[in-house]
C-alpha cells in the first residue's frame, strides 16, 4: 500500500471491519494498541480513526473508544435532474410560457411571500421521440427590473435557475415524489386518458437562512417513469 501512513491503516481498518473481523457493536483496539500494531504514533492514529468516523466506518465514545457503526441497511442515494429524469431521457424541450403572474394562497404559503410579490412562472413541456413525456411548472419570486431571457430559461434545470440569484453551495434542496390525479389540462399535454394519475416531482430550493428560493412540479407519465437510488460506501 502507498500513500500516507495514517490512510494506509485507515485502509486496512476498513477492510477488516469489511470482512467481519470487527463487528457492528465492537470495540476496535485501543490508541495504544493500534500504535503498537501499526508501530506508529497515537497522532497518527487518531488521525485514522478520524478519517474512519468521517467515512461513517465507526462512532467515538469518550472515555471508552471506537466503536463500529451499524451498516446504514435503509439509506440510499437518489440523483435527480431534469435532463435525465427517472426512466426518461428527455430529447427535447419546448418551452409554452414565462410570464410573471399573481401569486395564489397556496403558493404564497409554499414560498413564504406576502401579497404584493409577484412570480415568474415558467412552462415546459419534455418530449422523447417526439411524444410528450412530463409537463414542467416553476415559480420563482420576481424581483423588479430583473430581466427574463426566454432562449436561457428553456434549457435550464431548476438548480441553474436558481444559481443566477445564489450560489448553489449556500442551497439547500427538497424532493418529494408522489402521485396524484391529473388536472385536464395536464393530461391533455402529456397525452393520456381521463382520469388517470400522474408521477409529481417537487422541488423545494432554499437559502442558507431556510427561506425559499423557488418552488416547481414536474408531470411525469406514469408509464414512462421508474426510478432508482445507490447505497455507497
Known sequence: ????????????????????????????????????????SRMTVRRSLSLLNNEGYTYSVPGKGYYVCEPQ??????????ASM???????????????????KQLRLELQIDNEIKLIRIKRLFC?????VAYDIKYIPY??????????????????????RNSLFTV????????????PEILELLQLGKEM???????KFFDSSNKPLGLGFTYINPLRFSIQAYSFK
Do not use: W
Request: charged share 30%; hydrophobic share 35%; net charge positive.
Open 1 to 40: 500500500m502507498s500513500g500516507p501512513k495514517y490512510a494506509i491503516i485507515a485502509r486496512d481498518l476498513k477492510e477488516k471491519i469489511n470482512k467481519g473481523i470487527y463487528s457492528p457493536g465492537e470495540l476496535i483496539p485501543s490508541e495504544n494498541e493500534l500504535a503498537g500494531l501499526y508501530k506508529v
Open 73 to 82: 441497511q435503509h439509506k440510499y442515494e437518489l440523483s435527480y435532474n431534469e
Open 86 to 104: 427517472p426512466g426518461i431521457v428527455p430529447e427535447a424541450t419546448k418551452l409554452l410560457d414565462v410570464n410573471i403572474v399573481n401569486s395564489t
Open 128 to 132: 422523447s421521440a417526439k411524444n410528450p
Open 143 to 164: 424581483k423588479r427590473g430583473e430581466p427574463i431571457i426566454e432562449k436561457e430559461i428553456r434549457f435550464a434545470n431548476f438548480p441553474e435557475l436558481v444559481a443566477q
Open 172 to 183: 439547500n434542496k427538497e424532493l418529494r415524489i408522489y402521485c396524484e390525479k391529473a388536472k
Open 197 to 203: 394519475p400522474v408521477v409529481v416531482i417537487k422541488q
